[in-house]
């Protein structure tokens, strides 16, 4: 059984930083993504790996103060987020889709396994 597990949300000042992390386990992956909800949103893209490789992809939104990384060994994905401002604030996913490719994938209609998310606040 595939399960993907969100950590790391929490509430931090404008300015701040935190570092969510996603344990999979049940298969491999050849990319991985974060999503984040906020409430009366859409689900936004907010970063991509592939794991072998390392590429990785951003929105403009959060290029410069998100960093997406993986540790293979440990079937894990983390995303390090710098510069929170109150627009950061949501419902953050972790995803990864069924096919083993090269493509990274930024729709969130393209990815197949979901966490059930951990929550960011960032107060002002």
């Known amino acids: 059984q595939v399960q993907l597990a969100e950590s790391g949300g929490g509430l931090v000042q404008a300015g701040g930083s935190l570092r969510l992390s996603c344990a999979a386990s049940?298969?491999?992956?050849?990319?991985m993504g974060w999503f984040r909800q906020a409430p009366g949103k859409e689900r936004e893209f907010v970063a991509a790996i592939k794991l072998i490789g390392g590429n990785t992809y951003y929105p403009d939104s959060v290029k410069g103060r998100f960093t997406i990384s993986r540790d293979n060994a440990k079937n894990t994905v983390y995303l390090q987020m710098n510069s929170l401002n109150p627009e950061d604030t949501a419902l953050y996913y972790c995803a990864a889709p069924r096919l083993f490719n090269t493509i990274i994938y930024t729709r969130a209609g393209s990815y197949d396994y979901w966490g059930q998310g951990t929550q960011v606040t960032v107060s002002s």
């Open positions: 049940g298969r491999t992956f050849s990319s």
